[in-house]
């Protein structure tokens, strides 16, 4: 059956370090890869898309990447601040429409 | 603003009476989408749309409804509901291309429902 498996144990990091979250997935063949953060209580907010055809994704502070062989992406915060405390979700779709998000993995840096 | 916008953001029903959900968005997108999300289960889709008089189902449809007769309105509908329908519930929307697939998704604030 098709998974998604991200830590299910909250990353405990302090402030200024890198945080490296993990998404590994079996089944499927994806398209691409998204990744959203979420507060509690509220909407899932876009973060970053990487594609199959690329490695590697960055947009300020955030990295991700994306191994199709070893079926795992990888989402990084460097220099980390008290306010990136929040759930990170991976998402992947094999192609097409249909978006299956991870469960999620807790962050929270403290400083 | 572009935003997704739901309504009621928080309703308390019985079983078996008729709730409709609404959602709407002011971007113009084509794709909208209903997900609830569960402790321990995370977020799993109901249904999806691609465009009016477009949807499709998505991991867990049974027990809801939806129609897209306009572009920004996507409402779900709860015909009979029964507390596993309890849940905390996102409508997104987003653009799509044929190549791309899904781009940035836009989510709502959610709606909370709990059904006694």
């Known amino acids: 059956s098709q998974k998604i498996e991200q830590n299910s144990e909250a990353l405990n990091i302090q402030e200024g370090k890198t945080a490296t979250l993990t998404c590994n997935y079996t089944n499927y063949s994806p398209a691409y890869l998204q990744w959203y953060r979420q507060d509690p209580g509220r909407g899932p907010v876009f973060l970053l898309l990487?594609?199959?055809?690329?490695k590697e994704k960055r947009k300020e502070r955030l990295k991700v990447t994306f191994d199709t062989t070893l079926k795992q992406s990888l989402f990084h915060i460097t220099a980390s601040q008290p306010a990136d405390s929040a759930t990170y979700l991976c998402?992947?779709?094999?192609?097409?429409?249909?978006?299956?998000f991870g469960k999620g993995t807790s962050l929270l840096v403290t400083p | 603003e572009a935003q997704v916008t739901q309504n009621p953001r928080y309703l308390i029903t019985v079983t078996g009476k008729k709730l409709t959900v609404t959602c709407s968005q002011n971007m113009n997108h084509e794709y909208m989408s209903w997900y609830r999300q569960d402790p321990g289960l995370g977020l799993r889709q109901i249904y999806y749309s691609m465009n009016v008089e477009v949807t499709d189902k998505g991991d867990v449809p049974e027990g809801y409804k939806v129609s897209r007769k306009e572009k920004r309105n996507f409402p779900l509908i709860l015909e009979s509901p029964s507390p596993n329908q309890t849940s905390l519930y996102f409508c997104?929307?987003?653009?799509?291309?044929?190549?791309?697939?899904?781009?940035?998704?836009?989510f709502g604030p959610g709606t909370r429902l709990t059904v006694l």
């Open positions: 998402a992947l779709a094999n192609s097409g429409y249909a978006l299956n």
């Open positions: 990487i594609r199959e055809n690329e």
């Open positions: 997104a929307s987003s653009l799509y291309s044929i190549a791309g697939g899904l781009d940035t998704q836009y």
